[in-house]
């Protein structure tokens, strides 16, 4: 089974939506198919780009698309309880044990909290979902109730992450309205998530540059 039929599955499709509705309810931000899509294709860049093999893109596509799916149990260990739930998902759609494995495990690490960069598709799959940072993920419509990380992700104007053509860096440039959030807000929410980008950009053998208005300050 393909990436492009696991995101048709209408079943995967109902996870997804339910687990996006939980998080809506606690306040979080977007977490549904624009997420979720967004960070399977740039898992998949990211592999595809420095040459690994097209399985390989495909599994880390599949795994960017089913990341989240753990928040249908619970927000808490969410990437614990959302491996398990693919694994059931996937050995029931008939995918073989190695490919299961691969796809499981790059879920059940992609957190802050517990996450390894355990094999090539667990670091693109971390470097896609952390770097997913955008002001169409917030839901809230009243800046005056804005939480943080409302302010963080609503201020980012434009995201764009790229590896440059000797393969050594990857970089993510952000444009943030400093009026609306200032670049400690970032680091204040976000330090957690870009020091497990470093050590999965190390996995992949590339170094790790975050760029804020121009300025590079990792």
Do not use: W
Request: charged share 20%; with cysteine.
């Amino acid at each position: 089974m393909t990436y492009n039929e696991i995101k048709a599955n209408a079943d995967i499709r109902t996870y997804i939506t339910q687990a996006d509705a939980s998080l809506g309810a606690l306040g979080y931000t977007e977490h549904s198919f624009a997420h979720v899509t967004q960070v399977a294709e740039t898992a998949g860049y990211i592999l595809s780009t420095l040459g690994y093999d097209e399985h390989s893109v495909e599994l880390a596509k599949i795994a960017g698309f089913l990341h989240d799916i753990g928040n249908l149990i619970n927000r808490s260990e969410h990437s614990q309880s959302g491996a398990v739930l693919a694994f059931c998902i996937l050995e029931k759609l008939g995918f073989d044990a190695e490919d299961i494995a691969t796809i499981s495990t790059a879920i059940g690490n992609h957190d802050e909290g517990t996450g390894i960069p355990v094999n090539a598709v667990a670091a693109a799959l971390i470097i896609a979902d952390k770097s997913d940072v955008r002001r169409s993920r917030v839901r809230n419509k009243d800046r005056s109730t804005f939480d943080i990380h409302d302010r963080v992700n609503y201020s980012v104007i434009k995201s764009q992450l790229h590896i440059d053509d000797e393969h050594q860096n990857i970089s993510l440039d952000l444009s943030v309205d400093t009026e609306l959030s200032s670049v400690m807000d970032y680091f204040e929410i976000f330090l957690g998530r870009m020091i497990l980008c470093r050590k999965a950009a190390d996995k992949l053998g590339l170094h790790f540059c975050l760029t804020i208005n121009g300025q590079q300050l990792i």
